[in-house]
């Protein structure tokens, strides 16, 4: 499959994650565009953010768009190193180191159509997509465009990272946290079709807050 490609940012961003068994999708997803947002590659913590907007959420089995735009704003992100990934779930007792430096951003739902994630990839942003996954998604082959056929599997969280075209149809990139092994190289590409009837939310990180 031929893309021409209009915006690609994965050349800005870090190495590709791996969220292995634990439902902490939109939290990755919100730490690649905020480190995007920062400009920089120095990884934030995933860990970190998912444990407050689990304590907004009520809940550590799975947070929604409101709680993880909370914790990006109150308390923020520290870098990894301060809090690491755990691969394995945390026990009930562990809290996040305290102390530590933290970034903070502020965040916004945005609408969900293609229009409007091409218009925020054109503006420079990497938007957190809130989608439902077929069974396509989780068994992607080349050329890495995964197909909206077939029933609903569940909700997932990925970040927009690029988008072109083949031929007519717009192209969406898309970065996954299931490790380098899914798709190519952790990446995958979304037609209009799959938008259309998979999009569910769309936040965009904006302003840093001091």
Known sequence: MNVTVRHDYRPLLGPVRDQGT???????????????????KVELSPEYLHYFASEYAGTPAGVDFPD????????????ESDCPYHENEPSP????????????RQS???KQSSED????????????LGISTTDA???????????PAGPVRGLHAVAAVGIGTTYTTRRF???????????DAGHA?????????????????TDEVT
Do not use: K
């Open 22 to 40: 634990r439902p902490t999708c939109l939290a990755h997803a919100s730490t690649t565009a905020h480190e995007h947002a920062r400009g920089s």
């Open 68 to 79: 993880v735009s909370h914790a990006l704003l109150d308390p923020g992100q520290p870098v």
């Open 93 to 104: 007792a562990w809290t996040p180191p305290a102390n530590l430096i933290l970034y903070r």
């Open 108 to 110: 916004v739902s945005a």
């Open 117 to 128: 994630v091409e218009a925020l990839l054109d503006a420079g942003h990497v938007p957190v």
């Open 137 to 147: 998604f989780y068994a992607p082959t080349a050329p890495w465009v995964i197909s």
């Open 173 to 183: 990139l898309i970065r996954n946290s299931w490790g380098a092994a899914w798709a």
């Open 189 to 205: 590409w979304l037609d209009d079709a799959f938008m259309i009837q998979h999009l569910r939310d769309v936040l965009v990180l």
